[in-house]
């Protein structure tokens, strides 16, 4: 009974896709309030823009309580999802919300060719890396001191399955592999 | 540009000033141009060209967004007017009591701003917030506060070069920034002698507050005091002096370590000795400074200060630099407190210590097993670039032995084979290069190394084939083992042996680090350690045959006393180093078994993402060594092949732990001489002897009550996990 009473009181989530310009000051609120790197406006305009279908909001009684920024495209010869910045405001945390709105893109990347999806997360975002872990993410690296802050962070891969990896044969790549720069992919 | 001839009579005058117009240029009023522009895009709209990506949109800075606006104006416009504005006085004080104290703080601070910049920030920001730093000539009539700012800065300017010099700076290519500081000074070079003078006059000082009363008054005629008050001189001099001391002895530390093949280590040792009983006394000054200063802070918020006094510097300000620093937003900086400092010169003299007492081993498995025990300690940045300036000078071996006759040294040839021609073989130059990139990958931080190592061992595998390609079109077939086969030959077989040894030593070193670097959750051990396993077989197996071939003749001799196969097969022993290698696959080996039995009979929680399987994690953690074909013929099939019938019911038959536990054992008096080897030992015996009792108790308990819980820790071992037994 009490659950349920709980329940009702809290309202149902509503996930909503990127729909325009009136979205953007509610995610760069959510952002600037929670996240720890300094992001300029074009930052936002760049992702929300260009892949308006890979970024979701989540509202809770009219409140935008959640979100999630992505991109995807070719990096060096693989098509790629990454995603950039993902936001559930304090108190609705542990409900979920992180994992519907990040698997929501997840599927739309999948659906249109991405190979794999990448993102990093800070080392010490216990939360966040639990969360990735679950959807399947593998700690591809460790990128030191990464943030403004000082802080190391993980780089997370998830790999979609592919045909050619059954095979369990792989050729040699001679490449010359250019600079990462890991900070701005 | 319009051409406004009405403009052109009233341009600004201040702008005439700076830039005159030219023949094809002349000053306009645009502001009604702008005026009409700025109705076209509103704050924050954006124009998207083609080329407008990821990196330049965040490169764009908000203007006067303090978190993004590193030229955003914070006290001051310039340093002259910070300076006008009396924020760097000299003397710090006029009364001479609290301008020693003074003088003190900031030596305290800028020690604190120094580890600050170590660790990772940049100089603009910590050392050269110091406002007397920037303007130094300004000190020179100040002594003392002359003297220790410029041995710092010349200390800041030969630490840069040795770390720009190693380029072990990884991502930290923050540290050698240093563009519009004054890090350089006409004669900085005379720095030492110019603070040993000071050093000299408040020494005589110092012996004369110590000096029996009688004779007291007669000395203290003869030198000016450090102060006023003739009850504190002993305890300020005390004070200035082993701050002086260090500085000197430190900069000193760091001179001598650059001289060529390590030549200046013995020197440095001492002076590393000197430099830390320095810092003890420092530490022990602050006894003296706190009972002087009106502090009226508790204890442990003193603790967090970065001066010994705990008050606040004078003369620092990190707003007048940032923007100085590169295009990114200002990284917010907290100067580690001055306890924190002197822990950080601490560890960095004992790394430096480490490696000046390094006897420059010749044989490569010596350095790259020197390289790893150093890395254990996670040395930073300064220590690293130290070592590998030493491992790597002038295309050689600590700038000493070419890397041809280190290769030959290392694949146990015999000392002609290092004049070969074979040297000047396209391919071996390129191994050589591969050699020396590698040991230099050694020795940066653990995150990058893994990176690194990921890449160049592709490196190796590729020339690995095309030196076996090369020394078959050269030599032909590789006949087998026959008593006067000529030198070249032999060169070549053992030149290969030891490439793959090398490649494979740096497999499972990419492995490793995977653990230090927490890349790796519990559901992922499993195939981990299987492939830890598979390395090292074959690990095991070249270095073995290495070592073989190098007693062949040794061999050859005693077969013919003894006259008989058997006996001499029965005897033979496996190296050592073999056989400490054999003791890690058995634990690598049993730990896989185990944790595939508790995965196949759902013991332990089988992670299953919605979007892939566990195909795709292999594929993910191993994709580098995959790609290599490290080792050949091992594929996510292979290890699903060994690891998909381990049950609990047959477990108990092999004695992995058991066997691994018995040569561990019996190897420690072989590595007696060895301490490193010694505790590695230690460690896998632990993690033998607990991990053989857990297996045993979930083989005969483990499937028939569900209550029992496994889990892995690292409390013995940094790789080796400890399976623990619990009833939930």
């Avoid at chain 2, 620093?325 to 990284?331: E, F, I, N, V």
Wanted: net charge negative.
């Amino acid at each position: 009974m009490e659950d349920d009473k709980l329940e009702e009181e809290e309202g149902a989530i509503e996930y909503v896709s990127y729909g325009g310009e009136h979205h953007l000051p509610l995610i760069m609120n959510l952002v600037d309030q929670e996240l720890s790197e300094p992001y300029s406006i074009f930052t936002y305009r760049y992702f929300v823009y260009l892949w308006p279908n890979l970024s979701f909001l989540a509202f809770h009684k009219g409140k935008c309580i959640g979100t999630v920024v992505c991109k995807m495209g070719e990096h060096r010869n693989t098509f790629r999802g990454y995603i950039a910045m993902l936001v559930v405001l304090k108190p609705y945390r542990g409900k979920g919300i992180a994992t519907e709105l990040v698997t929501r893109s997840i599927k739309v990347m999948m659906e249109s060719g991405c190979e794999e999806v990448t993102l990093e997360a800070e080392v010490t975002n216990n939360g966040a890396l639990a969360l990735y872990g679950r959807l399947g993410f593998v700690r591809a690296k460790r990128l030191f001191r990464y943030y403004l802050n000082g802080v190391d962070a993980f780089r997370l891969k998830l790999l979609f399955p592919r045909p050619e990896l059954s095979s369990g044969r792989f050729i040699i790549e001679n490449e010359d592999m250019p600079q990462e720069s890991e900070r701005h992919q | 540009m319009t051409q406004d001839d009405d403009g052109s009579k009233a341009p600004s005058p201040i702008n005439q000033s700076i830039i005159p117009s030219g023949d094809q240029t002349v000053w306009t009023d645009v502001s009604s141009l702008l005026q009409s522009a700025c109705t076209d895009l509103w704050d924050g709209e954006l124009i998207h060209g083609e080329n407008f990506n990821l990196f330049a949109a965040m490169s764009a800075l908000e203007i006067m967004d303090p978190k993004m606006d590193s030229g955003i104006v914070c006290r001051y416009y310039s340093l002259d007017e910070a300076i006008e504005n009396g924020a760097a006085p000299i003397p710090v004080s006029s009364d001479k009591t609290d301008d020693v104290q003074c003088i003190i703080d900031i030596m305290d601070h800028l020690l604190a701003c120094e580890a600050t910049w170590h660790k990772g920030h940049s100089l603009a920001q910590t050392v050269f917030s110091c406002i007397y730093l920037l303007r130094l000539e300004r000190t020179s009539s100040h002594a003392l506060l002359y003297s220790y700012c410029r041995v710092t800065r010349a200390t800041c300017n030969a630490v840069v070069s040795a770390v720009s010099e190693a380029r072990t700076h990884e991502e930290e290519d923050i540290f050698t920034m240093t563009y519009g500081l004054p890090l350089k000074g006409d004669g900085d070079e005379k720095c030492v002698s110019m603070l040993h003078a000071v050093d000299e006059t408040i020494s005589r000082q110092l012996r004369a507050c110590k000096a029996p009363s009688s004779s007291k008054k007669r000395v203290l005629e003869d030198i000016e005091p450090l102060q006023t008050n003739p009850d504190l001189e002993e305890g300020y001099c005390t004070a200035v002096l082993c701050r002086l001391r260090f500085r000197k002895h430190f900069h000193h530390v760091i001179t001598c370590m650059r001289r060529p093949q390590g030549r200046g280590f013995e020197l440095a040792r001492k002076h590393i000795a000197t430099c830390l009983s320095e810092l003890e006394c420092i530490l022990k000054s602050v006894v003296f400074i706190r009972s002087n200063c009106v502090c009226g802070s508790y204890e442990d918020e003193i603790d967090d200060r970065t001066t010994a006094s705990g008050r606040q510097p004078i003369g620092f300000d990190p707003t007048l630099n940032s923007r100085l620093c590169a295009p990114t937003p200002p990284r917010a900086i907290k100067i580690v407190s001055w306890k924190k400092a002197i822990e950080y010169f601490q560890k960095l003299l004992h790394d430096l210590d480490i490696i000046c007492s390094y006897p420059l081993d010749p044989l490569f498995e010596g350095v790259l097993n020197f390289v790893t025990e150093f890395q254990k300690f996670k040395p930073d940045l300064v220590a690293r670039a130290h070592l590998q300036l030493l491992l790597v000078q002038d295309g050689k071996l600590y700038g000493r032995d070419p890397v041809f006759a280190v290769i030959c040294k290392g694949a146990a040839l015999p000392e002609v084979a290092k004049n070969h021609d074979i040297q000047n073989n396209e391919f071996i130059l390129q191994l050589g290069q591969l050699v020396l990139t590698s040991l230099k990958i050694l020795c940066t931080n653990s995150a990058w190394q893994r990176r690194k190592l990921g890449k160049i061992i592709q490196d190796w595998r590729i020339l690995y084939l095309q030196l076996e390609l090369a020394f078959r079109k050269d030599y032909g077939e590789v006949p087998s083992t026959s008593n006067d086969e000529n030198i070249s030959i032999k060169i070549s077989k053992h030149i290969l042996v030891w490439v793959e040894e090398q490649t494979y030593w740096i497999a499972l070193r990419f492995l490793l680090l995977g653990f230090e670097l927490e890349l790796y959750s519990p559901n992922d051990y499993c195939m981990v350690y299987w492939y830890i396993y598979v390395v090292s077989i074959k690990l095991a197996e070249k270095t073995h045959l290495k070592l073989m071939s190098n007693n062949d003749n040794a061999r050859r001799k005693g077969k013919k006393k003894k006259d008989n196969l058997k006996d001499a097969a029965k005897d033979y022993q496996f190296p050592p180093v073999v056989l400490l290698l054999q003791c890690q696959i058995y634990l690598a080996e049993g730990l896989t078994m185990m944790l595939a039995a508790l995965r196949n009979q759902d013991k332990a929680i089988k992670v299953l993402g919605p979007f892939n399987t566990e195909q795709e994690r292999f594929f993910q953690h191993f994709e580098l060594l995959q790609k290599a074909c490290i080792p050949d013929q091992m594929s996510y099939l292979s290890f699903s092949e060994s690891t998909n019938h381990a049950r609990f019911s047959t477990l108990h038959m092999f004695n992995y732990f058991k066997d691994a536990l018995k040569i561990a054992k019996e190897l420690k008096s072989s590595f007696s001489g060895n301490p490193d080897r010694l505790a590695e030992l230690r460690r896998i015996e632990q993690v033998a002897e607990h991990n053989a009792i857990a297996l045993n108790l979930i083989c005969r308990l483990g499937t028939l009550d569900p209550s029992l819980k496994v889990y892995f820790e690292y409390s013995h071992h940094s790789h080796f996990a400890t399976a623990v037994v619990k009833r939930s």
